[in-house]
């Protein structure tokens, strides 16, 4: 049974670039959380997607968007980046029906230079 | 506003020692207080997790003190081992909603044989 997985593990970018990061579900999940974790901090969340739309938004800004397929994949896509830009982005998903534990993957480094 | 505070930011306990984290929360709302353990290069993963309605639960050599008037919870690790050595995230949520979790800042647990 396949966890959460990410990709790419590693990226650099410049100011100014857009990245798209990708995101595949736990098996038997419909829902993903994305988060942000800077160096040294607890994982911020930016939105969740439930049946491909947006259900929810932290306190990011409108670069920050993101897709979810109908395979319930998910990318997370940021447009006009910032060195400030630069965490290990976290996808986590979860069952709609189900309350409780969130499963995440390994993430995504992003470095911004 | 950090809605959720954890203390210490980092721990050193010899081997076989017990281990206190601490947390506090603001969100009288929140009904789910999941702890979770990340190990370098890899996503957080659920511990142990807690609801408002006991003021206690053990799992193995972890436990869980929720305080609610006081807006406090603790993770107690017992016979701590090195292979504990981590960072710790407590955090909370609507049980209904944990994809969208507010998380502490971590506290790194060294522990030294």
């Known amino acids: 049974d396949a966890g959460v997985t990410q990709s790419p593990t590693h990226l650099i970018k410049t100011r100014g670039q857009q990245v798209t990061l990708r995101c595949s579900p736990k098996?038997?999940?419909?829902?993903v959380s994305w988060y942000q974790q800077a160096l040294g901090q607890g994982p911020q969340f930016i939105f969740q997607?439930?049946?491909?739309?947006?259900?929810q938004r932290g306190n990011f800004p409108d670069r920050f968007s993101g897709h979810q397929f109908p395979n319930y994949s998910s990318e997370l896509n940021v447009n006009a980046l910032l060195l400030g830009d630069s965490a290990l982005y976290l996808c986590?998903?979860?069952?709609?029906?189900?309350?409780?534990?969130?499963?995440f993957g390994e993430g995504s480094r992003l470095t911004v230079l | 506003q950090q809605q959720v505070k954890q203390s210490p930011q980092s721990l050193i306990v010899q081997k076989g020692g017990i281990s206190i984290i601490n947390c506090a929360y603001e969100?009288?709302?929140?009904?789910?207080f999941p702890w979770y353990q990340q190990f370098p290069g890899k996503g957080p993963a659920l511990l142990i997790a807690?609801?408002?309605?006991?003021s206690e639960k053990k799992e193995g050599r972890f436990t869980i003190s929720f305080n609610k008037s006081a807006k406090q919870f603790s993770l107690h690790i017992m016979d701590s081992q090195p292979g504990d050595s981590a960072t710790y995230f407590c955090?909370?949520?609507?049980?209904?909603?944990?994809?969208?979790?507010?998380f502490g800042d971590g506290t790194t647990l060294t522990v030294k044989p």
């Open positions: 969100n009288t709302a929140f009904d789910y």
């Open positions: 997607y439930y049946e491909e739309e947006e259900r």
């Open positions: 955090a909370a949520s609507k049980i209904a909603n944990a994809g969208k979790s507010t």
């Open positions: 098996s038997g999940h419909d829902t």
């Open positions: 807690i609801r408002p309605d006991v």
């Open positions: 986590a998903s979860t069952q709609a029906a189900d309350t409780g534990e969130l499963f």
